[in-house]
């Protein structure tokens, strides 16, 4: 993608999507964008045990591998294997970052940015001939939400990826709950697809993922519950607030 918007841009050579190759990666950066994000960024997810008076931090995904620990920092920890692998994973988390969750969703926008007026003016759902390998990415939404898919893709990514910045699972419920009914309402709201069942499907999917949430939402009271304990305030004030 890259190579061929230098291609266009800066040399006017072809199309960003010509050819059956381009169509072909579309498709697949399109399917594995949530779950390859979901794998990068859980390398940011830390668990804590606490060791007498010291906290002890590890990586979720491999708890072979430690973060630091508080309260003793000496050389030998800050130079140890186990946290200049830690280091070096995070290092290339932040580079993936930068290809995956950000570069994808750049990278479809350029695409449809390229074709922006032939997408609006277009008569037929999927663009006719000229945008046939990439009219999948548009044809549901109207021609005038042609951006419409790249604002998808970050609703995907923000209800997986994103959610593992937060390290307690209430509060990664409670932000999917937001998420998740936000959208909800914008897609109510302007009616984006070509056809108007399409609205009303997409409406009713978006209050079974608000569902589902709450179901989460359920569980996870039902666990404070019988601990008999909220690990802060903010928990019973987010609850509190979902519940209303």
């Not at 291609?7 to 190759?21: A, H, I, L, N, Y």
């Not at 032939?118 to 999927?126: D, Q, S």
Request: proline share 2%; hydrophobic share 50%.
């Amino acid at each position: 993608i890259t190579y061929k918007l230098i291609m266009v841009r800066m040399m006017g050579k072809g199309s960003m999507t010509e050819g059956r190759g381009i169509a072909f990666l579309l498709i697949v950066m399109f399917f594995i964008l949530p779950t390859t994000s979901t794998v990068i960024c859980s390398a940011f997810q830390k668990v804590y045990f606490f060791n007498g008076d010291e906290q002890e931090c590890f990586m979720t995904v491999d708890m072979s591998i430690s973060c630091y620990k508080e309260g003793s920092w000496d050389a030998e920890l800050k130079e140890g294997t186990n946290t200049k692998y830690y280091n070096a994973i995070l290092t290339f988390a932040f580079c993936m970052v930068l290809v995956y969750p950000i570069g994808i969703p750049l990278s479809f926008y350029l695409v449809l940015r390229q074709h922006r007026d032939e997408i609006v003016a277009r008569k037929e759902r999927a663009g006719g001939l000229k945008l046939d390998t990439i009219g999948w990415i548009f044809r549901a939404y109207a021609p005038e939400y042609w951006w419409l898919a790249i604002v998808d893709l970050i609703r995907r990514l923000l209800l997986s990826s994103v959610l593992l910045a937060f390290q307690k699972i209430s509060h990664q419920i409670l932000v999917a709950l937001v998420i998740s009914l936000l959208f909800v309402t914008i897609y109510r709201e302007i009616g984006p697809y070509w056809d108007a069942s399409s609205d009303v499907v997409s409406y009713l999917c978006g209050w079974q993922i608000v569902i589902c949430v709450l179901a989460l939402l359920l569980m996870d009271i039902q666990r404070i519950d019988r601990t008999e304990t909220f690990d802060t305030g903010e928990e019973l004030i987010g609850y509190s607030l979902a519940a209303a």
